[in-house]
């Protein structure tokens, strides 16, 4: 069993002259923080970015990252775009869970605006194929937009029904410290902003942000050894892949990594979609929720569009979705998003985040974490001690 014993962020936002380093450093402190526990026990940091060479000019970027959070022992980069801590978090818990360590530090940092808009739009884009998707001018807004198009065609909905995933995603930002956007805003609102892609807006995209996340992972039995007040684990992981290009792929109304992803994850927990009372989605785009929903099992193809509108993923509906105000509210430093997303469930589970009253009777919480445009795709079931 891996139990999460130690969690940490920096708020996201804008701080273009902070580095990478500083804010892991900062996310690393808040952790050990947490979760009480020396740094000399860490035998390994597992760790996510994806842009630094483009942001930083910086690559080999795991041993740096190991000594700004002030620990001595190997460590590993992992890059799989928007994913890339998703991915470090899965192989640390086969790490854990084959016996080979007992204590790790796992996380992801992201500088992003330091870029600027078009910068890091550009540097984004290198999560698409560049021979087939980029050279022909694809961004991923408009990415994206061909998938809610797609959807629309095959399915049905509307910009309105966009709009609501925006809207409920901004109200659970609004108690969040973390997150990058504290503002509520309204379904005029998001249907009145400028358009980037159609049938997507400027509100229908999550923001470009900076920031970092912390996750210190250890064995059960290390976390009884030291007497560790730890009640919530990981007890299933997931990944699933898919085509890059989208023009390879059999729809583009679906994201079949992500079901390969949370068919794995459920088998190895044990459960099935309706034992799960609260989920954080990478909800890049407010399309992409939609297909994460669908992916995750909560809805069948076609239903998932309608469920914010209906209310039945708001924080007082039947399974609140994203209440830490999720990638478009709380902000997407990419790099970070995999870890922070489960650093957010565990805070929810064990009652010590401010929107834990929202699922004060929920046990099982699931994180879905997508790279580029779902091609990568991992989820994580996380419970909390009965």
């Not at 899965?90 to 016996?99: C, E, H, M, P, Y």
């Not at 699933?240 to 023009?247: I, K, P």
Request: charged letters at 20%; one cysteine or more; aromatic letters at 6%.
């Amino acid at each position: 069993m891996v139990r999460i014993v130690g969690v940490g962020l920096t708020p996201f936002g804008t701080t273009p002259e902070r580095t990478g380093r500083a804010m892991f450093a900062e996310a690393s402190e808040e952790a050990f923080a947490d979760a009480g526990v020396p740094r000399g026990d860490v035998e390994a940091l597992y760790y996510g970015n994806f842009m630094g060479e483009l942001a930083e000019h910086q690559g080999h970027q795991g041993p740096l990252m190991a000594e700004a959070a002030g620990i001595q022992a190997p460590a590993t980069r992992y890059e799989t775009a928007c994913a890339s801590s998703g991915a470090a978090v899965r192989s640390a818990v086969q790490t854990l869970r084959n016996g080979e360590a007992d204590l790790l530090l796992v996380g992801g940092a992201e500088r992003m605006t330091n870029l600027g808009t078009g910068g890091a739009t550009e540097a984004l884009a290198i999560a698409a194929d560049d021979l087939y998707e980029v050279r022909a001018g694809v961004t991923f807004p408009g990415a994206y937009a061909l998938m809610a198009n797609a959807y629309f065609e095959a399915f049905g909905g509307s910009r309105e029904d966009l709009a609501e995933i925006a809207v409920k995603n901004h109200e659970n930002a609004l108690e969040n410290e973390y997150a990058q956007y504290q503002k509520r805003i309204d379904v005029d609102t998001v249907l009145e902003a400028p358009m980037v892609s159609a049938p997507l807006g400027l509100y229908d995209a999550c923001p470009i942000t900076d920031g970092a996340s912390a996750l210190l992972l250890a064995s059960d039995e290390y976390a009884e050894r030291n007497d560790l007040d730890a009640p919530v684990t990981i007890t299933g992981s997931g990944q699933g892949g898919d085509n890059l290009a989208l023009q390879d792929r059999e729809h583009l109304a679906r994201s079949p990594a992500a079901d390969e992803a949370a068919a794995e994850a459920y088998e190895d927990a044990g459960i099935g979609p309706d034992d799960v009372g609260v989920a954080e989605v990478h909800d890049c785009f407010t399309i992409a929720e939609v297909l994460a929903l669908e992916s995750l099992g909560f809805y069948e193809p076609g239903e998932g569009i309608g469920a914010a509108r209906r209310g039945e993923t708001t924080a007082t509906g039947d399974r609140p979705i994203n209440l830490s105000g999720g990638l478009k509210a709380k902000g997407h430093p990419v790099g970070a998003t995999g870890a922070a997303q489960i650093a957010e469930l565990a805070q929810l589970l064990r009652g010590d985040h401010v929107n834990s009253d929202a699922v004060a009777d929920v046990d099982v919480g699931v994180a879905h974490n997508a790279g580029g445009t779902v091609a990568s795709a991992f989820v994580h079931v996380v419970e909390v001690d009965a």
